[in-house]
């Protein structure tokens, strides 16, 4: 199994609409890579390491497929709608992480 990991890092200015990303944009996801996507979660940031520190990113969207070859094909005719609709919720470049789930 391996995980997509898309992380939105925290920024002065930065814009995110939680509620178009999870109502909106995933559900969209979801549609569009299904049936080889296998899960799919996200995490709000709420907070860093300190106490009273600022979460280092606003937002996280994991995506679990059984392979890469699966996300890369699934994600291929895609991809300019995916990508296209990012504005939408966010001004932010997300950080893309590729992952083997080990537990």
């Known amino acids: 199994m391996i995980k997509i990991s898309v992380l939105y890092p925290?920024?002065?200015?930065?814009k995110f609409d939680m509620d178009y990303y999870c109502q909106k944009h995933m559900s969209l996801v979801k549609r569009l890579l299904s049936p080889a996507i296998k899960g799919i979660a996200v995490d709000q940031g709420?907070?860093?390491?300190?106490?009273?520190s600022s979460a280092p990113?606003?937002?996280?969207?994991?995506?679990?497929?059984?392979?890469?070859?699966?996300?890369?094909?699934?994600?291929?005719?895609?991809?300019?709608?995916?990508?296209?609709?990012?504005?939408?919720y966010t001004n932010l470049q997300p950080t893309v992480l590729i992952s083997e789930v080990k537990m």
Not at 10 to 14: I, K
Not at 46 to 52: F, M, Q
């Open 10 to 14: 925290n920024s002065e200015g930065a």
């Open 46 to 52: 709420i907070g860093g390491l300190g106490p009273g």
């Open 57 to 88: 990113f606003l937002a996280v969207g994991h995506l679990l497929f059984d392979s890469v070859e699966a996300f890369q094909t699934a994600l291929e005719p895609h991809a300019q709608a995916i990508m296209g609709d990012i504005p939408n």
